[in-house]
């Protein structure tokens, strides 16, 4: 990253920081504890819950399929989206989706992936060195001037300066581009398998639409299934509150099925307002092999706030849409051992600030250095910590 998109970052950091003050209330102190309990339990039974889950969703009236890799998963949405009437995709933000390199498998198919949150927006008008800093600041990194560049030079306009304009410009663009299109595809923040619910929290509102297509495909990874809807909310309070200084987003979407109706004659009839059909996909992709810890992530991107390695050098430090260290951990099991160190392995401190400001207290630096451990016996280590290795060896010295 350039060094002016570094100090506009930590700066977009620096407003998070401020309003963390409610992080220290008892109350929220009660939450972390119960959110750590389901995550730990929810990860051990991570295979029990999917099927529970699937079960579930079946009993609502939705599709469920189950992908092992990205490969799979990107077969499975084109199968879904190949006969559709419109090219064009509305999409919501996901780091799932970005796991799977869902836009540019679409777009070689001749669909146009149409991202609908502004932050995600940004960066796909940008076109390079587009990656996302922060879950819930994608383009933080970016300021109102080179925004507006970004936005005059795609779209061919003359907006000025002014966020609002900026705004106003990017969502006409956005609802026209989707207005016609037939297929929504998001993410998921929570999985409730006694219910077969889906939760998503927004404050764009951009989820809503994204749902409201005749086919809303989510795709979810199967570490984001807890037992139940109260398990769920939970989770999502706690990462609002960290991710934002919110207690709550202004929107929470829980989906259970299609839209229906029953009002004529108690008769029940589909596709009132909503999706016509209602798909899910339970994405493993390495998730079955990874260090459980690793799982427990609520999405919050706390730990990159207070990272110094990220603060120094930013989404250079991490892996695709997961940033920071715990990125950098889950690029082992999602890809292998030569991604995740040039994902950064190397580069962590292993001082644990970031296990520190964790919500739920990812051993992120332990992780790391045990990756490191198996890293350096496949071969992949700083050629210059081999050196000082031999040098030991032989001189019994690293000189």
């Excluded at 992709?285 to 706030?305: D, F, K, M, P």
């Excluded at 964790?358 to 332990?366: G, L, M, Q």
Aim: hydrophobic share 35%; with cysteine; aromatic share 6%.
């Amino acid at each position: 990253m350039k060094e002016e998109e570094l100090e506009t970052m930590r700066k977009s950091f620096d407003t998070v920081k401020n309003r963390s003050s409610k992080l220290e209330s008892p109350k929220i102190d009660r939450l972390e504890k119960r959110v750590k309990k389901i995550a730990e339990n929810s990860i051990n039974n991570m295979d029990s819950l999917r099927e529970i889950a699937i079960d579930s969703f079946k009993r609502n009236g939705i599709d469920v399929f189950c992908a092992n890799d990205a490969e799979e998963c990107q077969n499975i949405i084109y199968d879904l989206v190949k006969y559709s009437n419109s090219k064009a995709i509305a999409k919501a933000k996901s780091n799932t989706l970005g796991e799977i390199n869902l836009k540019p498998f679409l777009a070689d198919k001749g669909f146009d992936v149409v991202e609908t949150d502004l932050g995600d927006r940004i960066l796909q008008l940008k076109k390079t060195d587009n990656k996302p800093v922060h879950p819930t600041g994608p383009a933080s990194h970016l300021n109102v001037g080179e925004i507006t560049d970004i936005v005059n030079e795609s779209m061919d306009v003359d907006v000025d300066p002014i966020p609002r304009e900026i705004m106003e410009v990017v969502r006409k663009d956005v609802l026209d581009r989707i207005e016609n299109c037939t297929v929504g595809i998001s993410g998921a923040n929570v999985i409730a398998a006694e219910e077969g619910a889906v939760l998503l929290v927004h404050n764009e509102g951009n989820i809503s639409l994204v749902s409201l297509k005749d086919l809303h495909i989510i795709v979810a990874g199967i570490d984001k299934i807890v037992p139940s809807l109260e398990d769920a909310i939970s989770i999502a309070k706690l990462e609002t509150v960290y991710a934002t200084g919110n207690y709550l987003t202004s929107y929470v979407n829980i989906i259970s099925g299609p839209s229906k109706t029953a009002d004529i004659e108690k008769k029940l009839l589909k596709n009132m307002y909503g999706a016509e059909r209602v798909v899910v996909i339970l994405l493993d992709n390495g998730r079955s092999e990874a260090e459980s810890e690793c799982l427990w992530c609520i999405g919050c991107g706390n730990c990159i706030v207070h990272c110094p390695v990220y603060n120094a050098v930013g989404n250079e430090f991490g892996y695709n849409n997961y940033l920071g260290g715990r990125g950098v951990a889950m690029s082992k099991f999602i890809t292998d051992d030569e991604t995740c160190y040039d994902s950064g392995l190397f580069m962590c401190t292993l001082c644990g600030l970031c296990t520190l400001n964790c919500p739920v207290s990812i051993p992120t630096n332990e992780i790391i250095e045990n990756l490191r451990k198996l890293s350096n016996s496949q071969g992949f280590y700083p050629k210059v910590h081999g050196k000082i290795r031999k040098n030991i060896s032989n001189h019994d010295s690293p000189y």
